[in-house]
């Protein structure tokens, strides 16, 4: 069976730049000026519901003139878009291990939900607004549906191939990989949608228990406090 995982991985371009993570680079300004009006975007919605955003509101936190707004993005609605197919792309390389590393798939499992986790504890409040906005906005909402079908596809396709080789007892992985996707969304958004987030040590251990409980019949083992 192909991996969608690999599928989706193979298909995902960079959508925007990190320049503090560049090492011996000297950034373009345009690169700057993006990354300050999606550094912005997050720093507004930590506050504030996305309805609230204005193009003057956020470009105010960056510093830039309003008018630069309009030579990276059309609307506001794509800086948001732009940040939560970052989110997408950062849960699916926290979570790496589970769909393509070799060992013991509990332990791989557990592995790729803590680092979910932490994905998701610098990141909550783009998931929360999009989630929030998603009740009301046409366009948010086909963007996070398009977000959670995602994961429902490689999580499902993961289940099947553990059932087949007989580590995952038989049943319709379709409908549990959904349920396990939208309890993960529900519970960070949550805990880690707004200041002051929630330790997110109890979060880890929750989503670890339930699923590893789910799909293998296996009981959570914590790590060791070092």
Known sequence: MASLYNDWMSD???????????????????????????????????????????????????????????????????????????????????????????????????????????????????????????????RLERAWAEFLCQFDDVISDQIEKHQEAGLIPQFDARPVAVALNRLDASLVIDAFGRHPRSNPEPVREAITRIWMSTLYKSTYIPKPEI
């Open 12 to 138: 995902k371009k960079p959508m925007f730049i990190d320049v503090n993570a560049i090492a011996n680079l000297k950034p373009r300004k345009s690169d700057r000026t993006r990354t300050a009006i999606l550094n912005g975007a997050v720093e507004f919605l930590w506050a504030h519901p996305f309805r609230d955003m204005t193009v003057a509101e956020l470009m105010s936190i960056t510093g830039i003139g309003r008018s630069a707004f309009y030579q990276y993005f059309k609307d506001l609605y794509e800086p948001m878009e732009t940040l939560l197919e970052g989110v997408a792309e950062a849960v699916h390389s926290a979570t790496e291990p589970w769909f393509i590393g070799d060992g013991e798939a509990t332990v791989l499992l557990q592995q790729s939900l803590s680092d979910l986790v932490d994905v998701c504890y610098e990141r909550g409040p783009i998931l929360r607004a999009v989630a929030e906005a998603s009740t009301t906005d046409e």
